[in-house]
């Protein structure tokens, strides 16, 4: 299963809160924008947002897969 979640963030992925037990970011330290929750194979969601200008992430939050590289910044401008 996979998530996507839309991240307001300034810091690296590496710089992220993170519980190095659980391999996930700590999403009550962040600033969430919204998400599609755990999604089965095959499967697809939909998610709507308005966002301002700034720099966000775009990441999977399942254990593990933050770290492994399952994110990709963005940019949204004026
Ligand atoms: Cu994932």
């Known amino acids: 299963m996979h998530e996507m ?3 307001h963030a300034k ?3 590496t710089s992220f809160p993170y519980n190095k037990a ?3 970011a700590i999403e009550s330290k962040m600033h969430s924008m919204g998400e599609v929750s755990e999604t089965k194979p095959g499967k697809s969601g939909t998610l ?3 966002l301002k ?3 966000y992430v775009l990441m999977c ?12 910044k963005f940019v949204v401008t004026k």
Request: glycine letters at 12%; zero cysteines.
């Open 5 to 7: 979640i839309v991240m």
């Open 11 to 13: 810091l690296p992925v």
């Open 22 to 24: 659980t391999q996930r």
């Open 48 to 50: 709507t947002v308005s």
């Open 53 to 55: 200008a700034g720099n």
């Open 61 to 72: 939050n399942q254990p593990g897969h933050l770290m492994m590289g399952m994110y990709r």
